[in-house]
């Protein structure tokens, strides 16, 4: 019962801008959506999360559309140390399961 | 942000014996954490909720007799393989919810690879 849709894949330039989707259309008023990485042989590690306001941090900015149903990931000036599995994932703050899905493999190339 | 360990970070052991791996949360105080199982070029799937002082809650399919969490204190949670089998061998990896932070955000260990012999 995926919550989330995420293309497989995706490329990127280093220095580039990486933008990535996520459907979630099914999203209910008290879910957020989250964001995590995970690099190669290593834990998921948090990159950001929203509601309905578009959120940016140290590491990313996230665009959320009006009527909750995607979003997106904006990776500002892509380095090859971002290529990753990312997570889109949606919570609610009265779950504090993380529902994986597949997510989508980012590759920066140089 | 927060950190947590978890030890050993790789572990290869017989089939048929037992391998305990340890979750601590460094910096601050968890009182949930997290047991998840990842297969190579898979997701990450949750195994169980671990709740200091009380019992783990499993997901569907885990089996808790051989999965054993303990969670015997704010900082730190184990997870023992009991009996393990060729099949077991995965990365098992694992989360603490920080209660400071206003939406108790998980935080992840870096992760212990088993292979079972």
């Known amino acids: 019962d995926a919550k989330t849709t995420q293309p497989p894949s995706m490329d990127c330039a280093e220095g580039r801008a990486a933008n990535l989707p996520c459907n979630h259309s099914?999203?209910?008023?008290?879910?957020?959506v989250y964001w995590y990485r995970q690099i190669h042989s290593q834990g998921p590690q948090y990159i950001i999360h929203g509601l309905k306001n578009n959120e940016t941090n140290e590491m990313a900015s996230l665009i959320i559309t009006e009527d909750r149903k995607s979003s997106t990931l904006i990776l500002h000036h892509a380095t090859l140390r971002d290529t990753a599995v990312y997570y889109c994932i949606v919570r609610s703050t009265n779950d504090y399961k993380l529902s994986f899905g597949a997510g989508t493999t980012v590759t920066v190339r140089a | 942000g927060a950190v947590v360990s978890q030890h050993p970070s790789r572990v290869i052991c017989k089939s048929g014996t037992s391998v305990k791996i340890e979750c601590r949360s460094l910096?601050?105080?968890?009182?949930?954490m997290f047991w998840y199982r990842q297969f190579p070029k898979q997701s990450l799937m949750l195994m169980a909720t671990?709740?200091?002082?009380?019992?783990?809650?499993?997901e569907q399919g885990v089996e808790k007799d051989k999965f054993l969490i303990n969670h015997a204190s704010l900082t730190l949670s184990t997870l023992t393989v009991t009996s393990a089998h060729p099949e077991d061998s995965s990365f098992y990896i694992c989360?603490?919810?920080?209660?400071?932070?206003?939406?108790?955000?998980?935080?992840f260990g870096p992760g212990t690879r088993l292979t079972v012999l």
């Open positions: 989360s603490a919810r920080e209660l400071r932070t206003a939406y108790n955000e998980q935080f």
């Open positions: 099914t999203i209910s008023g008290n879910e957020y």
């Open positions: 910096d601050f105080q968890a009182t949930t």
């Open positions: 671990s709740n200091e002082g009380s019992k783990a809650t499993y």
